[in-house]
C-alpha cells in the first residue's frame, strides 16, 4: 500500500509539474531601426535554459519557472533583463546598441600651406574641382580687376578670365558652377583651353529656385523650410519628373519646449486683450490664433534667447539623408523618402563650442562638425554609424578664416588678418 501511495505521490508532481511548462516567445529588434536582430543569446536566469534569434529576429524556448527572468545579450548591443509575467505570450523586445567610446585622434596643424602665396591675386572665394582649384579673385591684388582663375595642385594659373565684380563661385546639386553678383548668377563652363559663360539667371530667380535646394538624390530635390516662428523645420522633395513638381514633406522637426512656453505667453488671452483696439471678435481671434502667433513680432532678446529659431543641420552623403537634431542631441540617418533607418545619441551636440555646422568632404563619404573656442577652430569627424567623435583636426590660431572645405585628404581654407579685410589668400592643410 504504502509503494502504491508513493507511485502516486511521484505521479502527481510530475502531472503539476508537466502543467507548469510554458512557452516563452518574441522578437528582438534594434531600437533604432526597428530590424530584426539574429545570434541574439536569450537565457532564463538561474537554468541552462537557452536559445538564440533566428534571421527574422524570433526566439522561443519552454520555460518551468515562476515569473521567468530573461538575459538577452549581443555583443554589438548592450544587455537587457526581462521579467515575464504572462507566459504564452508573444513579446517584442528593442535592443540598444553597444556603443564604445574611443578617444578621438587629433591631428596637429603642421604643415600648413599658403597656396596663393605665389600668385599675384587675393582670393574673394573658391572651388575644389577634383584635383584643380577654381579661384575668384582680385588680378593683381586690385579690388577692380576681377578674375576667376583654374590652377592645379602647385598653384600653377592653367586658365584665367577678365569678368565684372562678383562675391561668391556657387555649385549646385547638379555639378553646375556659377559666379554671383547683386543683380544675376552667372553659369561657368570650364573646357580644355577656356573659362566661358552660357548662362545668365537673375539673382532673386537663382536664390528662390536653385540655391534653395540643399542636396539631390536620384531623380529628387530636397529643400527645407522653417515655420511657426522658426520654432519648426521641414524637410520636402520634389521629383524632378514630376509635370506638376507637387511638394512631398517626408521629415518634420520641432523645438517642442519652446513652442509650449510661447503658447503659454502668446495665447488666446494675450489676444484678446488687443482684439478691442483692431476690431476683432473674440471667436475670431481664437479661430485664427495661430495666424496672430506666426505673425507675433519678437525683439532681438526673444530671437537670441528663449525663442531662438531650431537649427537641424542636415546633409547627404551617398543616399542617406544625416541629420543631426540638436531638439534631442541625436544623429540620425533617413533614406530618401524619410524613413529612419539609424538613431544614434551624439553627445557632441551639448557642447558649447559646436557652432551648429556640418561639412561634407567632396566624396561624399565623411561628416564633420565645426567647433570653436575663441580663435581656435576644430573639425570633428563624426563616426556615421555610432554618432561619436573619431577624430579632432585643429586649424592653426589664425584669427579669420573663411569657407572651411574638405577635399582630397586636405582641409582648405581663406585667411585674412583683419575683419573687415579684403585681401585673403588659400591655404592648406592635411587631414593626417
Known sequence: MKKILNILFLLILYIHGFSQISKISGYIKD??????????????E????????????FFSLKNTMSKPKLIISHLNYKKQYIVINKPDKEIQVLLSPQITELNPITICSDPIINITKKLPVYVIDYLIIGN?????AYNHKKLNDTRLFLIDDEAKILLDKKIESAR??????????YYLNKKEAVKIEINTDEIAFSDTIPRTDFDETIKAIDFKIDDNV?????HYQMLIQKLH???????EKEKQTIL???????????EREYNVFFYTRKAKFYGLSVTTVYNNLNVFRSCQPLDWVDKHGRFSPISIQMQKIKDEIFVLNTVTNTMESFDKEGKLLIKRKADFLTDKHYKEKILKSEDDEKLYAVFMDAALIQLKEIDLKTGVIVKQIKIPDFPYIEQIKVANNQVYFLYKRKINEELKQLYTMPLG
Open 222 to 226: 530636397y529643400f527645407h523650410t522653417y
Open 252 to 262: 518634420t522637426f520641432a523645438d517642442s519646449n519652446k513652442i509650449d512656453i510661447f
Open 237 to 243: 522633395y520634389i521629383n524632378l519628373y514630376d509635370e
Open 132 to 136: 584643380k582649384i577654381l579661384l575668384l
Open 31 to 44: 531600437s533604432a531601426s526597428l530590424k530584426a536582430i539574429s545570434n541574439v543569446n536569450i537565457l532564463i
Open 168 to 177: 561668391e563661385l556657387y555649385k549646385d546639386c547638379f555639378g553646375d558652377i
Open 46 to 57: 538561474g537554468s541552462h535554459i537557452a536559445c538564440k534569434t533566428d534571421d527574422s529576429g
